[in-house]
C-alpha cells in the first residue's frame, strides 16, 4: 500500500517559517541574556537551551536541530571569551560547548518527538470521533435505500473530501455505483482491484490531498468498493469508514431477514389461530348433535336407531380431527416443540389418550426403557403411536392379543405396536401410508384412509421413521424410531 | 335444589347440557357469552360452573380467571381436543376439570357430580374408601381388601393430595406444588414414576387404571369413589 500523509501539503509552509523562526528565537535570546547584567555561563546555556525547546515543540525536527546549532555558535560567539569571535580559549569551553549542542539536539529531538506523538493522537481522537458519529448515523439507518442515500455525502464530510462513490457488487459479482457524492470520475479499475483482490490504493491527489480505493468488507468477504478522492484525512480513518459501511449493510441485510421472519412468524400465528377457530367452529355443533342424540336416547331408550347415529357421530368425529390434523400439517404450522422427555411418559400418554381403542382387546404393555429420553414434540409423538394402537384396535379380532413395546435399538427408541389381525401384504405396506388409502381389510370399519399419513408425517416431522412389518403372530406390526438422546 | 350455570357461545350445547342435567334434578341457568356468565355468577350462588373455552366478548380463560378471583366454586371448562398448552393454563388459571367436545352426556354427567360432590363433602374426612382400598389419612394406614399395603411417605403424599380433590384434574405443577413443594429438580418424570408405583399398590391392573387417571401431557385424576 502506497504511504500517505494527509497534512503531506502543509509539511512545506511549515518548514519555511520554522528556520527563520529557529534564527529570530535564538537571537532573540541572546539578546534578552545579554541584557541581563551578570549571568553566569551556565545561566545563558539554559537559556539558550530553553529556545531550542521552544523552537522544536513549535517547528519539529528540522527547524530544533537548526536552532540547537545556532544556538551552540551564538553561545561561543556571545557567551565564551574572546567574545565576538569563534575562538576559544579556554580548552574547557570546548567541552561544554560539545556537550551544549548534544544537549540541545537531544532536547530539540525529545521535545519535537513529544509534539509529534500529541498531534498523533489528537488526529486519532479526531478520527475516532468522526467515527463514531458516522456509525451513530449509519445505526440510525434501518434501509437500505435511506443508508445508501445519505452514505456518501456523510462519508465525504468525514474524509474531508471532494468526491465520494461507493460501488456494490451485483449478484453477478460485477461493481455498479450505489451512492455517489461530488464531482468527477473516479478510477474504476483501482475500485475492481479493491473489491476482486482486497488490494487498497492510495496516491496523492491532482484535487490536493489523497485518492483512496479500498475494499468494502463484509465480514470475511468483500461487497464492493469505497472510492474517495482528495482526502485530507487519514488513510486509517478512510479504512475505517469502509469497515463502518460494510457493517451498516450487513445490519441492514440482518434487519431485512429479521422483519421478514417476523412477518412469517406473524402469518403462522394466524394459520394457527384461524385453525384453532376452525377446530372449534366444527367441533361445537359436532358436541350438540352427540350430547343431543343421548339426551333422546336417556329419554327414549337406546334403539337401533340411536346407535346407528351415535356410530355415524363418532366416524364424522374421527373424520374431523384427522383432517384438521392435516390441513394442521400441509398449512406448516406443525413445527414441532423439542423437549427432552421420557419414552415411558409419551407410552403411558399413548396408552390413556388411545388405549380405549383396545377396550376390547389384550393389551400387553412392556415399557423396558421407560427412562430412554428422546427429543421430540410429545404430543406429536403421542399422536403418532397411539395411531399405532388404534389402528390395531381396528383391524384385529376382538379378544387377540396387541402387544406395545418400548425398547432402545441401537441408537434409536423403538415404539412397536403389533395385533394378531390378518397382516399386511409387504407391496401394500408403503401404499398404506398415502392421503385417503384404504387397503381391502375384510369387516373392518371404514376409516378416514388419513391416520397413517398423519402418524408417519408427524414422526418424520420430530426426525424419525415409521415402518409397517409383520408381527410374530402374523398380524401388523407398527415401528417408530426416534434418535435416542445420549444418557444424562 | 343444585344450581348450575352454563356458559356457551352455541345454543345447542346450551340446550343439550341443559336437558342432560335437568335429568338429574339439576337447575340449569344458561349465558351466552363470557360477560353474561360473569353478571349472572356475581349475582347468585352456583355449585358449579360449566365455560365453554372459546367465546366472543370474554373467553373462557379469561372467565375462569374473574371467577377464581372471587369464589371457590368448581368450574368445568368444555375445550376442543389437541391444545395440551391451552388444558394446562386453564387449569392452572384455577379451572377444576375440562371435557373434551364433543363430550359423551354420560362422562359430562359423571365429571359434574364428582365435582359437586367434592363440594358437597365440605370439611376433608379423615376415611377415604375407593374400590377395594381404604385410606385412613390420620393413621396414615391403607389397606386394600383389608391387608394393610405399605405407601412411602411421597407416595401417602401424592395419595393426599389426590383424595383430597376427587375428580379434579391436578396439572404436574401442581402435584409438584402440594407433594413437593413445589421442589426444583423434580420433574414430571418423578411424578409419573410415583404415580406409577401407587397404582400398582391399589390399581387391580396398573396398565388400565380405574383410579389414577393419566391426562396425556396435562396431568393426573384421581376418579374417586363412584
Request: charged fraction near 25%; glycine fraction near 10%; aromatic fraction near 6%.
Given at each position: 500500500m502506497a504511504g500517505m500523509d494527509a497534512r503531506s501539503g502543509g509539511r512545506g509552509s511549515k518548514a519555511a517559517v520554522g528556520y527563520p523562526a529557529a534564527a529570530l528565537i535564538v537571537g532573540a535570546s541572546v539578546a534578552i541574556l545579554k541584557a541581563i547584567p551578570n549571568l553566569t555561563d551556565a545561566a545563558d546555556a539554559l537559556g539558550l537551551i530553553l529556545a531550542v525547546f521552544l523552537v522544536a515543540w513549535v517547528w519539529e525536527s528540522g527547524p530544533g536541530i537548526a536552532a540547537a546549532l545556532l544556538a551552540t555558535a551564538a553561545l561561543n560567539f556571545f557567551f565564551f571569551p574572546p567574545l565576538y569571535t569563534f575562538t576559544i580559549a579556554d580548552s574547557r569551553n570546548v567541552v561544554a560547548l560539545v556537550v551544549f549542542?548534544?544537549?540541545?539536539?537531544?532536547?530539540?529531538?525529545?521535545?519535537?518527538?513529544?509534539?509529534?506523538?500529541?498531534?498523533?493522537?489528537?488526529?486519532?481522537?479526531?478520527?475516532?470521533?468522526?467515527?463514531?458519529?458516522?456509525?451513530?448515523?449509519?445505526?440510525?439507518?434501518?434501509n437500505r435505500e435511506s443508508l445508501l442515500g445519505v452514505v456518501s455525502e456523510r462519508l465525504r464530510r468525514a474524509l474531508e473530501c471532494e468526491q465520494v462513490?461507493?460501488?456494490?457488487?451485483?449478484?453477478?459479482?460485477?461493481?455498479?455505483?450505489?451512492?455517489?457524492?461530488?464531482?468527477?470520475?473516479?478510477?474504476?479499475?483501482?475500485?475492481?482491484?479493491?473489491?476482486?483482490?482486497?488490494?487498497?490504493?492510495?496516491?496523492?491527489?491532482?484535487?490536493?490531498?489523497?485518492?483512496?480505493?479500498?475494499?468494502?468488507?463484509?465480514?470475511?468477504?468483500?461487497v464492493g468498493a469505497l472510492a474517495a478522492r482528495g482526502v485530507r484525512r487519514s488513510e486509517r480513518m478512510a479504512e475505517g469508514c469502509a469497515a463502518l459501511v460494510g457493517l451498516a449493510l450487513e445490519r441492514e441485510k440482518f434487519l431485512k431477514?429479521?422483519?421478514?421472519?417476523?412477518?412469517?412468524?406473524?402469518?403462522?400465528?394466524?394459520?394457527?389461530?384461524?385453525?384453532?377457530?376452525?377446530?372449534?367452529?366444527?367441533?361445537?355443533?359436532?358436541?350438540?348433535?352427540?350430547?343431543?342424540?343421548?339426551?333422546?336416547?336417556?329419554?327414549?331408550?337406546?334403539?337401533?336407531?340411536?346407535?346407528?347415529?351415535?356410530?355415524?357421530?363418532?366416524?364424522?368425529?374421527?373424520?374431523?380431527d384427522d383432517l384438521l390434523n392435516v390441513v394442521r400439517l400441509e398449512s406448516g404450522t406443525s413445527r414441532p416443540s423439542r423437549e427432552r422427555v421420557s419414552c415411558g411418559a409419551i407410552a403411558e400418554a399413548a396408552v390413556a389418550r388411545f388405549g380405549g381403542a383396545l377396550d376390547r382387546h389384550a393389551l400387553v404393555v412392556d415399557v423396558a426403557s421407560s427412562d430412554l429420553e428422546i427429543l421430540a414434540d410429545p404430543a406429536q409423538i403421542t399422536e403418532a403411536v397411539g395411531m399405532g394402537l388404534e389402528n390395531a384396535g381396528r383391524y384385529s379380532p376382538p379378544g387377540s392379543e396387541v402387544g406395545f413395546t418400548v425398547s432402545r435399538e441401537g441408537r434409536?427408541?423403538?415404539?412397536?405396536?403389533?395385533?394378531?389381525?390378518?397382516?399386511?401384504?409387504?407391496?401394500?405396506?408403503?401404499?398404506?401410508?398415502?392421503?385417503?388409502?384404504?387397503?381391502?381389510?375384510?369387516?373392518?370399519?371404514?376409516?378416514?384412509?388419513?391416520?397413517?399419513?398423519?402418524?408417519?408425517?408427524l414422526t418424520e416431522l420430530n426426525g424419525g421413521t415409521l415402518t409397517l412389518g409383520a408381527s410374530a403372530s402374523g398380524g401388523t406390526s407398527f415401528e417408530i424410531r426416534l434418535p435416542a438422546e445420549p444418557g444424562p | 335444589m343444585t344450581r348450575v350455570l352454563v356458559v356457551d357461545d352455541d345454543p345447542q350445547i346450551r340446550r343439550a347440557v341443559r336437558d342432560a342435567l335437568s335429568r338429574e334434578g339439576m337447575d340449569v341457568e344458561t349465558a351466552a357469552d363470557g360477560e353474561e356468565g360473569l353478571r349472572l355468577a356475581g349475582g347468585e350462588t352456583f355449585a358449579l360452573v360449566i365455560t365453554d373455552l372459546s367465546m366472543p366478548n370474554l373467553d373462557g380463560l379469561e372467565l375462569v380467571r374473574e371467577l377464581r378471583g372471587r369464589s371457590a366454586v368448581p368450574i368445568l371448562v368444555l375445550t376442543v381436543r389437541s391444545e395440551e398448552r391451552e388444558k394446562v393454563r386453564l387449569l392452572d388459571?384455577?379451572?377444576?376439570?375440562?371435557?373434551?367436545?364433543?363430550?359423551?352426556?354420560?362422562?359430562?354427567?359423571?365429571?359434574?357430580?364428582?365435582?359437586?360432590?367434592?363440594?358437597?363433602?365440605?370439611?376433608?374426612?379423615?376415611?377415604?374408601?375407593?374400590?377395594?382400598?381404604?385410606?385412613?389419612?390420620?393413621?396414615?394406614?391403607?389397606?386394600?381388601?383389608?391387608?394393610?399395603?405399605?405407601?412411602?411417605?411421597?407416595?401417602?403424599?401424592?395419595?393426599?393430595?389426590?383424595?383430597?380433590?376427587?375428580?379434579?384434574?391436578?396439572?404436574?405443577?401442581?402435584?409438584?406444588?402440594?407433594?413437593?413443594?413445589?421442589?426444583?429438580?423434580?420433574?414430571?418424570?418423578?411424578?409419573?414414576?410415583?404415580?406409577?408405583?401407587?397404582?400398582?399398590?391399589?390399581?387391580?391392573?396398573?396398565?388400565?387404571?380405574?383410579?389414577?387417571?393419566?391426562?396425556?401431557?396435562?396431568?393426573?385424576?384421581?376418579?374417586?369413589?363412584?
Open positions: 549542542l548534544a544537549a540541545g539536539l537531544a532536547i530539540g529531538r525529545l521535545s519535537a518527538l513529544a509534539r509529534l506523538r500529541l498531534r498523533l493522537l489528537e488526529r486519532e481522537r479526531g478520527d475516532l470521533l468522526t467515527l463514531t458519529a458516522l456509525s451513530q448515523a449509519f445505526l440510525a439507518d434501518t462513490a461507493i460501488l456494490l457488487a451485483n449478484e453477478n459479482g460485477a461493481l455498479a455505483s450505489a451512492a455517489a457524492s461530488g464531482e468527477g470520475e473516479v478510477r474504476r479499475d483501482l475500485a475492481e482491484i479493491a473489491y476482486h483482490q482486497g488490494n487498497s490504493a492510495a496516491f496523492p491527489s491532482e484535487l490536493g490531498g489523497t485518492d483512496v480505493y479500498l475494499p468494502i468488507p463484509l465480514g470475511v468477504h468483500r431477514l429479521a422483519r421478514e421472519a417476523e412477518g412469517t412468524k406473524a402469518r403462522d400465528e394466524m394459520k394457527s389461530t384461524l385453525l384453532a377457530t376452525l377446530a372449534h367452529d366444527l367441533k361445537t355443533p359436532l358436541a350438540g348433535a352427540r350430547a343431543s342424540a343421548e339426551n333422546w336416547e336417556r329419554r327414549a331408550g337406546a334403539s337401533g336407531e340411536s346407535a346407528a347415529v351415535g356410530d355415524a357421530l363418532e366416524r364424522l368425529t374421527r373424520l374431523v434409536s427408541a423403538l415404539f412397536r405396536v403389533s395385533d394378531a389381525g390378518p397382516g399386511i401384504a409387504p407391496p401394500e405396506r408403503e401404499r398404506a401410508f398415502e392421503k385417503f388409502t384404504r387397503l381391502p381389510r375384510d369387516s373392518s370399519p371404514p376409516g378416514s384412509g388419513l391416520g397413517l399419513y398423519i402418524a408417519r408425517t | 388459571a384455577g379451572a377444576d376439570d375440562y371435557v373434551v367436545k364433543p363430550f359423551g352426556v354420560a362422562e359430562l354427567v359423571a365429571r359434574v357430580r364428582a365435582l359437586l360432590r367434592r363440594n358437597a363433602a365440605g370439611a376433608p374426612r379423615n376415611g377415604v374408601r375407593f374400590g377395594e382400598v381404604a385410606v385412613d389419612l390420620d393413621r396414615q394406614r391403607v389397606t386394600r381388601g383389608g391387608e394393610e399395603v405399605h405407601l412411602s411417605p411421597t407416595e401417602f403424599s401424592l395419595l393426599r393430595a389426590f383424595v383430597g380433590k376427587p375428580g379434579a384434574v391436578w396439572t404436574h405443577r401442581q402435584l409438584i406444588g402440594a407433594v413437593w413443594g413445589g421442589g426444583a429438580g423434580v420433574s414430571n418424570d418423578t411424578v409419573r414414576v410415583h404415580v406409577g408405583s401407587l397404582r400398582r399398590k391399589l390399581e387391580r391392573d396398573p396398565n388400565r387404571p380405574r383410579f389414577f387417571i393419566t391426562e396425556p401431557w396435562v396431568g393426573y385424576r384421581f376418579t374417586g369413589a363412584d
